[in-house]
Every structure is written in structure tokens, then in C-alpha cells.
């Protein structure tokens, strides 16, 4: 083994310990080890190294990541809703982050957002059906079961992939 390999936390630092992306990594390395050692306070400094440098990165994806991760293990899901939003907003549109976005809006009680991100995600990810399942549910746990059948009614006829399956959901949600 080279002895950079030996080094690593500390090489690319002294290489060029001004460039945002080797603070990013050594920021990185540092929540990884915090969150291994269950020591809060280091893995609060290192969320907080990595958040200052979202706006001087090209990609702040990683970043967020940490941050996000961080303010949610602190049950801050305001603050964590904050990034997700933003990397969202940066094209991190993914069905993942709208499963986070979800769990931080139910987490806050925000049930009208919480309406408005699962309809979106159903339009942006339709081939993840759990999220047109979620949005269904949705409706009826609201006794909003009118809103459910259009939906359903509207995927018979304008939804994504096989017109069967949709109404197979139909006539299941009308039993």
C-alpha cells in the first residue's frame, strides 16, 4: 500500500486545502467517522463545514446530503426539508429525495404540502405506482373519496402503462 493510501484524510487537504470539492471530501470523511463514533458534536461540525460550502461547489449534491442527513438525525425536519427542497431545485429530482421530501412534510404535519408532493410525484415518477397507491390513500384517509375515484378514473384513462392494471384499481377502490 502507498503511503498516500495510508494518508488519505490528510493529502489531498495539504494538496489544496482552498479548493471547496477536498473540503467537501474532508468534511465528508469526518461526518462518515462522526456518525461511526456516535459523536454528535463532531458530526454537527462537519454538517456545518459542508453547508458552508454549498454555494462555492459546482455540484452541492454531496453536500446536501450530509446536511440533510444531518438535520434530520437532529429531528430539525425544517431545516432538512430546506435542502431537500433546494437540491430538488437543483435537478436532484429523484424518487428518492420526494420519499424524503414526504417523510419530512408528514413529520411537520404539512398536509396540504404533503398532498401537493405525492401529486407531483405521481406525474414526475409514474412508474413508481406506490406513489399513485400513497396518493390514493391519501384521499381516503381525508374522506376525500370522491377525489380518489377521479384519480383513479383519470389513470384508466390517461395514466402511464397498462390501461388493465389501472382498472383493476378502479374497480378494487369502487368495491
Not at 470523511?29 to 453547508?51: H, K, M, Q, V, Y
Not at 444531518?70 to 431545485?89: E, S, W
Not at 377525489?147 to 395514466?159: K, P, S, W, Y
Request: charged share 25%; aromatic share 8%.
Amino acid at each position: 500500500m502507498s503511503s498516500l493510501a495510508l494518508h488519505w484524510p490528510i493529502w489531498p487537504c495539504a494538496w489544496a486545502p482552498d479548493d471547496p470539492r477536498v473540503q467537501l471530501i474532508s468534511a465528508a470523511l469526518d461526518f462518515r467517522g462522526a456518525i461511526s463514533r456516535r459523536d454528535d458534536a463532531a458530526r454537527r461540525t462537519a454538517a456545518a463545514e459542508a453547508e458552508a460550502l454549498v454555494a462555492d461547489l459546482e455540484d452541492p449534491s454531496l453536500a446536501r446530503e450530509i446536511v440533510i442527513d444531518n438535520y434530520m438525525r437532529d429531528g430539525a425536519h425544517a431545516a432538512a426539508l430546506v435542502h431537500v427542497r433546494a437540491a430538488i431545485d437543483e435537478g436532484a429530482e429523484t424518487p428518492e429525495k420526494f420519499i424524503t421530501k414526504l417523510s419530512l412534510l408528514g413529520a411537520l404535519n404539512e398536509d396540504a404540502a404533503f398532498g401537493a408532493a405525492l401529486q407531483d410525484a405521481v406525474v414526475l415518477f409514474p412508474e413508481h405506482t406506490d406513489f399513485a397507491d400513497d396518493l390514493v390513500a391519501w384521499y381516503i384517509e381525508r374522506d376525500a373519496t370522491d377525489q380518489a375515484e377521479a384519480f383513479l378514473r383519470d389513470q384508466v384513462t390517461n395514466g402511464p402503462g397498462a390501461a388493465d392494471r389501472h382498472r383493476m384499481r378502479l374497480v378494487g377502490f369502487l368495491r
